[in-house]
């Protein structure tokens, strides 16, 4: 997993300019550890729209 993505985000000028790194969560969904690949999702603030991550998609690599 990257130590980083890129979120873009959309909303009204105020709620952005208001809009702190802390607020948006990104995160991947590993309780399927079968998967190779899963999606990075992102919890936001409410009125604020996600409109892209990159990356998006993500390799899972589990040692055991």
Same mark, same amino acid.
């Given at each position: 997993?990257? $130590? &980083?993505?890129? *979120?873009?985000?959309?909303?009204?000028?105020?709620?952005?300019? =208001?809009?702190?790194?802390? #607020? /948006?969560?990104?995160?991947?969904?590993?309780? $399927? &550890?079968?998967? *190779?690949?899963?999606?990075?999702?992102?919890?936001?603030?409410? =009125?604020?729209?996600?409109? #892209? /991550?990159?990356?998006?998609?993500?390799?899972?690599?589990?040692?055991?």
């Amino acid at each position: 997993i990257p $130590d &980083t993505a890129d *979120v873009k985000v959309s909303g009204k000028s105020g709620t952005i300019n =208001n809009l702190k790194e802390e #607020d /948006i969560k990104i995160f991947v969904d590993l309780s $399927d &550890t079968d998967k *190779v690949t899963a999606r990075i999702e992102a919890e936001l603030p409410l =009125n604020i729209n996600l409109v #892209d /991550i990159t990356p998006d998609i993500v390799t899972i690599s589990i040692k055991k």
